[in-house]
């Protein structure tokens, strides 16, 4: 019978004491005279499982040379080990080497930096930190696309490729199918875009919120959750030129209800998440963040405080703190402010009821025309992880916002036209899934949770 | 009480003849001189449920006055129906318009053509056809991360930006930073690329394999789904530039276990979607591909035929068929061809053992030296779907073919080096997720199951 490790570990009464075969990665070898002892993997799960072979084994010093990183098939016998540390073992009947191991594989079983890891990006999966983190990735991705789906949304594919730069996104890829070395020139020298295949000058996109809200009105609720592109030149530990976005646009919901969407996907998120990476998660609080898991489960026990910006400016200017930015009305928050923040109720905090000068056009106008109907989720250790907001849904008033920011309006008539056809109040937010999943494991650099991350001057696979 | 249509539908025991609010759209508006019916739509499912009212409304003749296309709250009564066409109704109490629609709205209830709609790519979901095609592709997507997930794949996020232009998919955008109507330069008048955000020339890529297989090497069973990109210049009905691709990828894996999995994929997705959409199904069935859905049964009932690239084209050699291109030994197979063999066999028709030199250079060279390990499904109706194959897991062989393909090594150093730390005999295919809603709604133009589709000189939305 040929099984995953991960099979192994949850049919255990049904195999033991029966020859099962196995086929995965040699991560540790420890060999004494009589005996010896592999760590075995196959990537189905975090635990390895310890294979067991001694002189009784008629190739034993074959076995003996088996290398660390090589691939195996292995035909053993599922036993209760008599050694310490694990509960049960393979007794080794026989080992084909399916793929072996040169010796300058550079994961060997020794403690690594995480900035070495990076230089390996193929390789670094392998290791148990970076096994943990990118299958916390993979189950926290169903966990959103499971959220969505028990409450009735549709997923919606946004394009990627975008005839706007005026998303509100800024800093936006140009791309391009001519040939840069030989740009065809309009009689003014400039370069000709309608020769190229869309007749435009072209982007991929930062944002896939415009388009959502004209499925929102449609669907009522919906998410996209894809990659998106800036093109700014940050090099910090939370910026990447390429990250995957999750932006969910619900029609006849209001920003009191987006909060309660946004806390309840947050708790499902995590529960599902401890649901089903108690290892990985364990792991990450051993080796990323002690207190990782108590973190997370007191964000399921609490409910979200919700204060305005003026509250939040308030507490500020309250807090025996030396500022290196002063906090002020009328302002952003600094992530000093987040901190403190968040830090002080010790939980999400949801701050609402913005500076408009400092939100995007299709934001709500409050009735006070000086605040925004917008609300950011700050939580404790990662500052924002959600941004949102109720949206314009009144056409006059969208179109005089938009002049007021020199949004062009030709280019978005579509956008503001679903004000005309039977529009509705209606919110929706954007979560950035690495961020998210930097929450979830304690790493705090964004380079470390994106399989091969895009950063200024890196791409090297 | 608010809720949804589904939920309605889903609770009608529970909610018959109380007071509900529904929050949504006004499809279609009869009235009549004393009473007046309005089709009701939320777009959380497919159905419409019908309100009705009568003089007894305090204002009747205000509620005439509601135009199609506008966003309605509805307070009323669920009782049973005493019209003919549905088992129950809601018997309207009070009712706020919520945004009215102007009398140019596009999407008045009449048979629009599909080029027409594909003009209002922004407004079309809220159509029958459209609304059932869009529910369909969000429930497929999920079906096939539920399959992923209940078989222990790990789903993986290749990187959109790319700084190879060799993966073997040919046709790929640039994407940069820089002011095109200002290029840096080089001495020799080329541009230097070394200005540019990733110090060198990138495109966005049209697969994630390459990536796929390093991951799968620490997991063993992967999968990508994610966008991807072809800059071609063609406008058929079956390509675009931007789409949507699944690409999984197992180690341990040989090319029939990849049939297996490839065809216990189809099945379940099938299955998924039939079990969650009978309604949108039935429309399709109706006014899109008569007999649709007995052609998915036809699916899950059948076991896919396997036959070599030989067998094939020896089946059409012996056909009676006047072919426009003549069937033969050595070349690729085409579209009247692909018709003939899955119409022959009536049922999906795995095809393996291809000629070496029509395929990419990762695929498995058999021991013939004339054929790679590679298997395309070609179905009924829509030709091929999946393109697959064993990878070549020996490192000189890999390095070997790439020098007779002339793709440059250097920049697949990383990639050629998976065989030399624990490689081992590993499969995978690709999935067009467009081709696949196509196959599942009868759609014959991409361009009809792409939210806003990205075609040659088209990029309105």
């Known amino acids: 019978m040929k099984l995953d490790v991960k099979e192994l570990f949850l049919k255990l009464d049904e195999v033991m004491n029966k020859e099962i075969i196995l086929e995965g990665w040699v991560k540790n070898h420890r060999k004494q005279k009589t005996i010896g002892f592999i760590e075995f993997n196959d990537g189905t799960c975090q635990k390895s499982i310890q294979i067991v072979y001694d002189e009784a084994n008629a190739n034993f010093e074959d076995i003996t040379k088996i290398k660390i990183g090589s691939a195996l098939r292995v035909k053993g016998i599922v036993r209760t080990s008599a050694g310490n540390g694990q509960d049960f073992e393979i007794g080794l009947n026989s080992v084909e080497v399916l793929g072996d191991c040169t010796d300058d594989f550079p994961m060997q079983p020794k403690r690594h930096t995480r900035e070495f890891l990076r230089e390996q990006a193929y390789l670094r999966p392998r290791t148990n930190l970076f096994r943990a983190v990118f299958r916390i990735r993979s189950v926290a991705a169903l966990a959103i696309h ?73 669907f009522k609720k919906i998410y996209t959750f894809g990659p998106t592109f800036r093109s700014e030149h940050s090099n910090t530990k939370t910026h990447a030129n390429e990250f995957w976005m999750i932006e969910p646009e619900i029609a006849f919901c209001d920003l009191e209800g987006l909060m309660n969407i946004e806390e309840e996907l947050l708790k499902y998120v995590i529960k599902y998440v401890m649901d089903r990476c108690k290892d990985e998660l364990e792991l990450c609080d051993k080796f990323v963040e002690n207190g990782l898991i108590d973190k997370l489960n007191n964000v399921l026990n609490s409910s979200f405080v919700r204060i305005t910006h003026k509250e939040a400016i308030d507490l500020l200017k309250k807090a025996d703190v030396k500022w290196e930015f002063e906090p002020a009305y009328g302002e952003d928050i600094a992530k000093e402010h987040e901190k403190y923040i968040t830090e002080y109720y010790n ?10 000068d400092i939100k995007a056009f299709y934001m ?68 950035g899934f690495e961020r998210l999943i930097m929450y979830l494991t304690g790493i705090d650099n964004i380079r470390d949770v994106i399989p091969f991350p895009r950063t200024p001057g890196k791409i090297d696979y």
């Open 146 to 218: 499971s959220y969505f789906e028990e409450n009735n949304y549709v997923y919606f594919n946004s394009p990627i490729i975008t005839g706007d730069d005026c998303e509100g996104s800024g800093q936006m890829f140009k791309i391009t199918t001519l040939d840069m070395n030989n740009l065809p020139l309009n009689e003014d020298k400039t370069v000709d875009f309608s020769k190229d295949i869309f007749n435009e000058l072209t982007y991929v996109t930062g944002t896939g919120q415009l388009h959502g809200e004209a499925f929102a009105m449609a």
């Open 364 to 431: 709500k106008v409050n009735e006070d025309g000086e605040t925004v109907a917008a609300v950011d989720l700050e939580v404790p250790g990662s500052g924002e992880l959600m941004g949102g907001s109720q949206r314009e849904e009144d056409y006059d008033k969208i179109i005089q916002r938009m002049k007021e920011m020199n949004i062009p309006l030709d280019d978005l008539d579509w956008y503001t036209k679903l004000r005309l056809y039977g529009g509705c109040y209606h919110s929706g937010f954007g979560l």
């Open 347 to 356: 939980c999400p905090v949801f701050i609402t009821t913005w500076p408009k």
